[in-house]
């Protein structure tokens, strides 16, 4: 039979055991928790950054109603001129469903073969007959 001291040490030696396997499982569980923290963090300050560059970006004045150049996307025309990407897409003919990449006025026009200055002014025609439904 074991003494009342022997058995004492018995119990407290497993507890040991077990507590050190859980605090190996939470320390690694306490990385694991960090290092998920930590990537969000770093996405969330990726789309915060990208998202204030956009805003100033845009509020600047010398991006508002900058003239058509054939340098510039559909997009990009869309909004220096605050309209709607539909008035844009429907002036050049294209479907709004993406997939069109960043293809700039140039290359529309050299694609259809037409000329830059024509696509221009019907972008011009669409945007004026936009503001002025709008008022």
């Known amino acids: 039979m074991l003494s009342g001291h022997e058995t004492s040490k018995q119990v407290k030696q497993m507890p040991d055991k077990q507590g050190r396997m859980a605090e ?11 290092g998920i923290l930590v990537a969000a963090a ?3 300050g990726v789309f915060g950054f990208r998202a204030v560059a956009s ?21 990009y025309v869309a909004r220096s001129w ?11 003919e294209l479907p709004l469903a993406g997939g069109q990449g960043r293809i700039s006025l140039d290359e529309i026009s050299q694609a259809r073969g037409a000329d830059l200055e024509a696509i221009i002014m019907s ?4 945007i004026s007959a936009h503001k002025a439904e709008r008022q």
């Open 24 to 34: 190996r499982d939470l320390l690694l569980l306490r990385r694991a928790l960090i």
């Open 42 to 44: 770093l996405v969330a």
């Open 55 to 75: 805003f100033i970006y845009w509020n600047d004045q010398a991006h508002q109603f900058e003239p058509i150049a054939g340098w510039m996307t559909p997009r």
């Open 82 to 92: 605050q309209v709607p990407p539909e008035v844009v897409s429907n002036a050049l």
């Open 123 to 126: 972008l011009h025609d669409a």
